[in-house]
C-alpha cells in the first residue's frame, strides 16, 4: 500500500482527526491515533484466532475509525500497513 492510497484511506476518519491529539504515555508523548492502532492491531490478531477482545469489541468499529474494508486478514493486512508508515 502506498502513501497515497492510505492518506485517501484515511481522509475524513476518526483515525486522521486523532493523529493530532497526544496525551502522556509513561511521561512521554503518544499520538492518540498510533495508540489506537497499535491496540486494535493486538484486538483484530486475537480476533482472528477466535478470541473476542472484550465483551463490547466489534471488528465494525475498526473499520469505522480507520476506514478500512474487507474480512479480518485484509484489516489486519491494512493495520500493519499503517503502523509501518507511522513507525
Known amino acids: 500500500m502506498t502513501n497515497e492510497q492510505i492518506a485517501k484511506q484515511i481522509e475524513g476518519t476518526q483515525f486522521q482527526a486523532d493523529l493530532g ?20 492491531i493486538r484486538d483484530v490478531k ?31 493486512e491494512q493495520l500493519e500497513a499503517y503502523k509501518e508508515l507511522w513507525a
Open 21 to 40: 491529539k497526544e496525551f502522556s504515555f509513561d511521561g512521554n508523548p503518544m499520538s492518540r491515533a498510533y495508540w489506537n492502532l497499535v491496540v486494535s
Open 46 to 76: 486475537l480476533f482472528k484466532i477466535g478470541l473476542k477482545p472484550h465483551r463490547n469489541w466489534r471488528l465494525k468499529d475498526v473499520k469505522w475509525y480507520f476506514g478500512v474494508k474487507g474480512s479480518k486478514d485484509k484489516i489486519l
